[in-house]
């Protein structure tokens, strides 16, 4: 499989503190990728850099073998095809959506395509998101998990090559947790999605990546022998060590939490 | 000393300022105020309407139409309004001007810390801010609309609004907790 995005060596600040150090790695047309790391960590950042929203003070990333920098971001033909291709589905859905319809929201990008099956598209991913209903009412008062599905239509409506999504299980319940998981399986486009949630992130992907608290790259690679490791978890401040009582009797061990 | 004194003037106009809702009395506070700052008068003055135009000018403009929609009164509450946010912003930069404000806190723990509360305040504010840009930026394949951009000014107009209400409240419950203002 040919390899869409390639990270060499990038190392981000926002201030003077670096977030991110060092981070090298490829990911193959359709891989299913997982970002491990704490609160902090840099995942958030990391993803804004593969989206070409920010760059990199070293380093370099490529997207289909093209160098992204800031000035080709600037070009239009460039910026048209990138947009549609790298979709971004950010963490907190409220500074995703801002126009007046659901229904508008799905649309948006798909009129700055000037194509003419806008309606019928617009339809078809309401529908397969489970927000056909809400068509006619403005996002705004939807609850966060219904938000969240808005702003998947709006991007699974570009029919992009790559997904980008922050948190997306943040926001939902148990139930369309389990729906999201299986609309997961069924896509069929690269997706690199970020998590904290441990015994999620298996049904999320096979490749996992994670970050430590001093913003490295300490694993690549099988997420299931990750999630036996125990001292890579410890390294990721994935778990931690806390007192327990069985009845009377106490006892100390790592523990994994998934909230 | 003389920073906890100024201090104690602050408190006591913001108190004023905040509590009176006539606009008369608010407008001879508010003279009285930039008699006192008399030689800094025009900078501050300056300031003060610089640093509220943008946010109140939208604020009036869309209470305005929005009472005219809806058939209200506007004419007080919107001079009421102005009036209160500049006497507040006018006292604020006559505070600072003359006070190093951690130095003026330093005696109180709970003041210091409410302090950089706000202070993390305006830099989350900042970064939500900054997150709507990309998350816009992120969508746009060629230049906004004229709607385009309306709509998403006012949202996150509207957002900030509603954040800032919803954290005033939870501020000023969490202090009432904490034995604030007993009425
Ligand atoms: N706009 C910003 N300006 C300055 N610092 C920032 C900004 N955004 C993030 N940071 C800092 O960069 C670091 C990494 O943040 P990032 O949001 O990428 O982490 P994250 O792994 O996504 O965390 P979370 O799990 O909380 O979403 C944090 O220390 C954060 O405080
Ligand atoms: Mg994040």
Redesign the pocket.
């Known amino acids: 499989m040919e390899t869409i995005i390639k990270l060499e060596n990038i190392s981000y600040k ?2 003077d503190e670096y ?1 991110l150090r060092d981070i090298s790695f490829d990911v193959k047309k359709g891989e299913k990728i997982v970002l491990l ?10 993803l804004k850099i593969i989206n070409g929203l920010i760059f990199q003070q070293k380093g370099n990333y490529y997207y289909k073998n093209t160098l992204i920098t800031k000035k080709l971001l600037k070009k239009k033909d460039f910026v048209k095809q990138f947009r549609k291709e790298v979709v971004f589905l950010f ?1 907190n859905p409220d500074t995703m959506i801002f126009n007046p319809t659901v229904y508008d929201e799905i649309a948006f990008g798909l009129r700055q395509l000037q194509i003419d099956d806008i309606d019928e598209r617009v339809k078809h991913w309401a529908e397969k998101l489970g927000v056909y209903k809400y068509l006619d009412t403005p996002p705004f008062n939807l609850s966060g998990g219904e938000k969240q599905k808005v702003c998947l239509a709006s991007l699974l409506a570009l029919e992009p090559e790559v997904i980008l999504m ?2 997306p299980t943040s926001n939902l319940d148990p139930r369309s947790t389990g729906w999201f998981i299986d609309f997961l399986y069924e896509l069929d486009i690269t997706t690199i999605i ?1 998590t ?1 949630n441990l015994s999620l992130s298996l049904e999320l992907g096979e490749r996992g990546l994670v ?1 430590s608290e001093d913003h490295r790259l300490i694993y690549d690679g099988n997420l299931k022998e990750f999630l036996n490791d125990i001292e890579k978890l410890k390294e990721a401040n994935l778990v931690h060590i806390h007192k327990h009582r069985h009845g009377k009797i106490e006892h100390r061990h790592y523990h994994t939490h998934d909230f | 000393m003389r920073d906890k004194l100024f201090l104690l003037f602050y408190v006591f106009g913001v108190f004023l300022f905040t509590i009176i809702h006539d606009i008369f009395v608010i407008g001879v506070f508010s003279l009285i105020l930039v008699l006192l700052s008399y030689n800094q008068a025009i900078t501050l003055i300056r300031r003060s309407i610089i640093s509220v135009l943008l946010f109140n000018g939208v604020i009036t403009v869309s209470y305005i139409l929005y009472a005219i929609f809806t058939g209200r009164q506007w004419l007080e509450y919107i001079t009421l309004l102005n009036l209160r946010v500049f006497a507040l912003t006018y006292l604020t930069f006559f505070f600072i001007s003359k006070v190093n404000l951690f130095k003026a806190l330093s005696f109180s723990k709970t003041l210091t810390y409410i302090l950089i509360l706000s202070y993390t305040q305006i830099l989350i504010f900042k ?1 939500q801010l ?1 997150e709507f840009k990309l998350a816009l930026q992120s969508r746009l394949l060629e230049k906004p609309s004229r709607e385009d951009s309306y709509n998403f000014i006012s949202t996150i107009f509207y957002y900030f609004l509603n954040k800032s209400m919803r954290n005033t409240k939870e501020i000023s419950d969490a202090m009432k907790s904490r034995g604030f203002f007993v009425e």
Do not use: A, C, W
């Open positions: 926002y201030e977030v790391g704490i609160n902090g960590s840099g995942k958030s950042t990391l963490q922050d948190e970020t904290h970050l | 970064r900054n």
